[in-house]
């Protein structure tokens, strides 16, 4: 059974730092490309940054230059490195992976994580 764990979460102040973390486990083949979700309460979730199988990644207006990305093939993990928060980064972030095959099957899946809370204090 394939499980997406998220971790790294947690209360900041303004201007500080956080790495948030996604272990993905349960026989894992491949994945095509893993990304980072968010959701503030009362408002829609939101792409925050994606590490496609190929290219370079991609960011949201509003984290660009602040968050980097960054993802260990090896061990199926993929990071979020989050600097200079602001109180408007608050929310659930959410681990996805997409075009998943496990070594049980060939077919390509997509799957999300439980998500993990910041917050981030003025």
């Known amino acids: 059974q394939v499980h997406l764990v998220e971790s790294g979460g947690g209360l900041v102040q303004a201007g500080g730092s956080l790495r948030l973390s996604c272990a993905v486990s349960g026989g894992i083949f491949s994945i095509d490309a893993m990304a980072w979700y968010r959701q503030a309460p009362g408002k829609q979730r939101e792409l925050v940054a994606e590490f496609p199988s190929v290219g370079r990644p991609n960011y949201a207006d509003s984290v660009e230059g602040r968050f980097t990305i960054s993802r260990d093939s090896a061990i199926n993990t993929v990071y979020l490195q989050m600097n200079s928060l602001k109180p408007e980064d608050t929310a659930v972030y959410y681990c996805?992976?997409?075009?998943?095959?496990?070594?049980?099957?060939?077919?390509?899946?997509?799957?999300w994580g439980q998500g993990t809370q910041l917050t981030v204090s003025s």
């Open positions: 996805y992976a997409d075009g998943l095959r496990t070594y049980d099957s060939g077919a390509y899946q997509h799957y």
